[in-house]
């Protein structure tokens, strides 16, 4: 961990926009003279996921609070995806900031239930038990609605889960779907003591472990009710 945390920290620095206060979405790696990209709605995106990373750090490098105060504001006049709004509630508890008020006003409103697909899913639940844990307990409705779509429209006999509810897509999920549902059926098991979420994660875990390629590779996407 000591070696890995530095050379984290040095390609992040990189990365980092000081005029903007965030990091890059892209950075190009061909050599040109100004290699980070910026691509707002993906470096705010980008930026609350390194949040979360550095939320682990005992010493910090950055200004956290400024920069997720910075960030969350932008994300009103920007099209963001709905998980977006997953990880800044999951980046802020971590860091110990509250939830900006545009972030709440998203999550207060329920309609945008209907659009989350597995991977929304999974960060919101993660966010939401993590603020939970830091001792916020308003979004435990949320949670509970997001379990129980999880069981009723993502969950598949394979133990992977579907892409999203409905859609030409719906049983074609990616792999960052599957790592961010079993992680957030974890936190969810944890938090309310639900052990048949630890079932349901485990079982996700355990399928996901056997189709690991034989040189530590991961498929990219799965057909999710057979698992193939």
């Excluded at 790696?29 to 980008?46: C, I, K, M, T, W």
């Excluded at 006049?77 to 709004?85: C, E, N, V």
């Excluded at 999974?122 to 379990?147: E, N, R, T, V």
């Amino acid at each position: 961990m000591n070696l890995i945390v530095p050379y984290a920290l040095r390609g992040l620095s990189h990365c980092f926009m000081p005029d903007k206060n965030r990091w890059s979405y892209i950075y190009h790696l061909d050599g040109r003279e100004n290699p980070n990209h910026s691509r707002p709605a993906g470096d705010v995106f980008y930026s609350l996921n390194v949040l979360l990373g550095l939320s682990q750090l005992e010493e910090q490098p950055y200004n956290l609070a400024d920069i997720f105060a910075q960030t969350t504001a932008l994300m009103d006049g920007l099209s963001m995806p709905p998980y977006a709004y997953g990880m800044a509630l999951w980046a802020g508890a971590e860091i110990g900031e509250k939830v900006p008020q545009n972030v709440q006003n998203y999550i207060a409103n329920r309609g945008v239930l209907s659009r989350f697909n597995a991977q929304t899913v999974g960060m919101f639940l993660s966010g939401i038990c993590s603020q939970k844990a830091k001792g916020c307990p308003d979004y435990d409705l949320l949670a509970h609605q997001l379990y129980h779509l999880i069981k009723k429209h993502f969950l598949t006999p394979s133990g992977l889960f579907r892409n999203s509810a409905t859609g030409l897509r719906r049983d074609f999920a990616s792999f960052a779907a599957q790592a961010y549902m079993i992680a957030g059926c974890y936190a969810y098991a944890k938090t309310y003591d639900s052990s048949e979420a630890y079932d349901i994660a485990d079982n996700a875990t355990i399928t996901m472990m056997v189709r690991q390629g034989a040189n530590g590779e991961w498929p990219w996407f799965y057909h999710a009710p057979s698992g193939l």
